[in-house]
């Protein structure tokens, strides 16, 4: 018996595809497990939250991106990906926890857009609000 072949053209991802944030787990056990379902919006730790959020953006899920932003500095809308964008991949540089509901992480994100690559290397700021972690903003060291 041959396994049915998914041709769908969108940027939904197989889950057991191995995971864009690049943990190396499957989707369904990396950052699918807080996209939806049960655990929905539940990520454990800062990090795990700003992974989601890089897979997020590369499954152009704006509905979650918005859910996991802090309301103080929540943007009205979101874009999605512009056509011919790939996201090459994330490296999580650090994970500070400041306190119970405070944390930064700093992080590199590349990404080509129409052919150029693109770098964006970011600490961002998180708080957990009523028991969910959500992004604040961001600097952008030299
Ligand atoms: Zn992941």
Redesign the pocket.
């Given at each position: 018996m041959s396994r049915p072949v998914n041709v769908s053209a969108n940027s939904q991802l197989d889950t057991s595809t191995a995971?864009?944030?690049?943990?190396g787990?499957a989707?369904a056990a990396?950052?699918?497990r807080w996209h939806e379902g049960a655990q929905h919006l539940q990520a454990l730790t800062a990090e795990a939250l700003m992974?989601?959020r890089?897979?997020a953006f590369v499954q152009d899920k704006l509905d979650y991106l918005l859910q996991t932003w802090h309301p103080d500095t929540r943007p009205l809308a979101l874009e999605r990906n512009p056509p011919g964008c790939k996201w090459l991949g994330l490296h999580v540089v650090a994970h500070a926890q400041q306190d119970a509901d405070h944390a930064t992480v700093e992080f590199i994100a590349r990404r080509r857009d129409a052919g150029r690559a693109t770098r964006l290397h970011e600490t961002s700021r998180f708080v957990r609000l009523d028991g969910r972690w959500l992004y604040l903003d961001g600097e952008f060291p030299a």
């Open positions: 995971c864009p944030c690049g943990t787990l989707y990396c950052c699918g992974r989601s890089y897979t």
